[in-house]
């Protein structure tokens, strides 16, 4: 019962530990376990399109006339845009001050995008997908756009028809937390199944690449954000920075899916007391597009293929690429390793061949354990301080 008594966090470190050991020592119960994370993982994707889709409709419907939620809104999305182009910048200092080769592994299965526009076009097709079909296959885009239009519609309904959708939302909210009660449960199980299955002995070769990757998004999440938080707040940025990577990033860890981690982040900003008319749009739609994470991967492995090669990247080919990691990195999906597939896209821009490129891919997988892990963590807890920070805007006037 003392255990129960526990917060989360301390509850989510002891499946930590005990995953790991169990992973160690029993690794024939590994499969078991991991299905426990398995479930966990599937109970938060299944839960979160509805989740998405009747906050954000319900939000908008209930909404009050004032347009500040809205000039928000605004703000919150470039500001991970900037986010976005920043952590390319810092990825680009870290690959230039340590320059990193790769020994080219196997080929990797997929089919990454040849352009930038295939992205964007896969993003507009997104939008305007069957509602049906956005639930059933988790596409948070279609989600987005349809509760929006639908929200926006419902504003002229009548006052009991927009109460019973606001009980809908609040009823999905509930089993949400329910669901996230389970996550020590489910990430003891999926720690234990990725140390007796993955180990750490296929880091060991790419472990100079994975800490350049791993440092840039420790300086992105610990230097920048704090720094943007700042410039907003005018506040001391890491009470809230801390607490959203303990709440929101460690369980994007191990779960290293930013869509899984939607109901997580809706929590935690209603717990920071953040209008539910902001973080409501604004968290599932950084579930999907506020990649920060998957901008340092692209260009930190993009930058590496090129060093392997022997190419040279002048600054306006390297500034040119941290722009294109930026919008690659929106099209990346919410799902483990979902930003591997858009490197070779970056690595078209210095005539980097689709073999070669995609055994960087090959080694991306190698190292994603950590990489993909790291990523997800900044990628969500970004969500939601970018989104505290922007709602502190006029509190004080």
């Known amino acids: 019962m003392r255990l129960l008594e526990l917060g989360l966090i301390p509850q989510i470190v002891i499946g930590v530990v005990l995953g790991a050991v169990l992973g160690m020592l029993l690794p024939s119960l590994a499969e078991s376990l991991g299905l426990l994370g398995q479930l966990f993982v599937a109970m938060l994707k299944a839960v979160a399109p509805l989740l998405v889709m009747l906050l954000v409709m319900s939000a908008i419907a ?48 997929g089919a990454p995008p ?101 440092a840039a998004m420790l300086i992105m999440a610990l230097l920048i954000n704090p720094l943007f938080v700042f410039l907003i707040t005018r506040k001391n940025p890491y009470p809230i920075v801390i607490r959203c990577l303990e709440e929101s990033g460690i369980t994007a860890f191990f779960t290293r899916s930013s869509a899984a981690n939607i109901p997580v982040n809706l929590n935690l900003a209603k717990k920071l007391g953040i209008s539910e008319e902001l973080y409501s749009v604004t968290i599932p739609v950084g579930a999907t597009v506020n990649m ?42 919410g799902v483990p390793s979902g930003s591997l597939l858009l490197i070779p896209l970056a690595c078209s ?27 997800t963590a900044l990628n969500s807890s970004t969500d939601v301080v970018y989104t505290y920070a922007v709602d502190q805007l006029g509190e004080e006037s």
């Open 62 to 109: 209930n909404r009050h006339e004032s347009g500040s939620d809205g000039r928000k809104t605004f703000i919150v999305v470039a500001l991970y845009i900037v986010g976005m182009v920043s952590a390319a910048v810092v990825a680009l200092t870290l690959s230039q001050i340590f320059p990193q080769t790769i020994a080219l592994a196997a080929s990797a299965e």
């Open 114 to 214: 040849v352009a930038v526009s295939a992205v964007l076009t896969d993003v507009l097709l997104k939008l305007v997908d069957n509602p049906i079909n956005a639930l059933l296959t988790g596409n948070f885009l279609g989600c987005l756009s349809w509760a929006i239009l639908l929200g926006m519609s419902f504003r002229k309904a009548p006052h009991t028809f927009r109460d019973h959708l606001q009980v809908a939302a609040d009823g999905v909210a509930t089993i949400v937390g329910y669901v996230i009660k389970l996550a020590p449960i489910g990430i003891f199980g999926l720690v234990c199944f990725t140390v007796a299955t993955v180990g750490m002995e296929a880091l060991a070769g790419y472990a100079s690449l994975a800490t350049v990757l791993v």
């Open 292 to 333: 920060t994470g998957a901008a340092i991967t692209i260009t930190t492995l993009t930058l590496a293929a090129t060093h392997t090669l022997g190419i040279e990247v002048s600054m306006p080919a390297a500034l040119l690429l941290c722009v294109i990691s930026a919008l690659s990195a929106c099209g990346a999906s």
């Open 349 to 375: 821009l210095f005539g980097i061949p689709l073999d070669v490129s995609m055994q960087v891919v090959a080694v991306g997988f190698i190292i994603s354990v950590i990489q993909d892990s790291a990523e």
